[in-house]
């Protein structure tokens, strides 16, 4: 989507840290990082929000980006203390860009519940 500010990282448009690219995922860092590590992780596909993923392409979609989240959280090295992956949808919870992303946190003790 030419306006979709995450469609444009992936497109190369804007410039971010990238830790990993696949076909179907991006995984780069938050610009305004809330732990140690905070990874952004999102289809290359534009879903505005995980109410959008359903159907047999969303839910592939989606299955395939946890996939790759798990892969970069394994390759930063946040298996042994573990992390959260975690998505906004809605303005109750938050989401500020409509493009489906998971926010990857660790590094640090994640109280619970997030406010
Ligand atoms: P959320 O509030 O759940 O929609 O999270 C959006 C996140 O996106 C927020 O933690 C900040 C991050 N973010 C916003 N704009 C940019 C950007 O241009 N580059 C990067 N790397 N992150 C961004």
Redesign the pocket.
């Given at each position: 989507m030419a306006d979709c500010?995450f469609c444009r990282?992936v497109a190369g448009e804007?410039p971010?840290?990238i830790v990993k690219r696949s076909e179907d995922a991006v995984a780069?860092?938050?610009?305004?990082p809330?732990a140690p590590t905070h990874v952004?992780v999102i289809p290359t596909r534009h879903i505005a929000a995980v109410r959008d993923a359903g159907g047999e392409e969303g839910e592939r979609a989606v299955g395939r980006v946890l996939g790759f989240a798990a892969e970069v959280a394994t390759e930063l090295g946040l298996d042994a203390g573990g992390y959260r992956l975690v998505?906004?949808t809605g303005k109750d919870?938050?989401?500020?860009?409509d493009h489906l992303?998971f926010?990857l946190l660790g590094g640090r003790k994640l109280s619970w519940p997030p406010g």
């Amino acid at each position: 989507m030419a306006d979709c500010l995450f469609c444009r990282i992936v497109a190369g448009e804007i410039p971010a840290k990238i830790v990993k690219r696949s076909e179907d995922a991006v995984a780069f860092r938050d610009l305004d990082p809330r732990a140690p590590t905070h990874v952004l992780v999102i289809p290359t596909r534009h879903i505005a929000a995980v109410r959008d993923a359903g159907g047999e392409e969303g839910e592939r979609a989606v299955g395939r980006v946890l996939g790759f989240a798990a892969e970069v959280a394994t390759e930063l090295g946040l298996d042994a203390g573990g992390y959260r992956l975690v998505t906004n949808t809605g303005k109750d919870a938050g989401q500020s860009v409509d493009h489906l992303h998971f926010h990857l946190l660790g590094g640090r003790k994640l109280s619970w519940p997030p406010g």
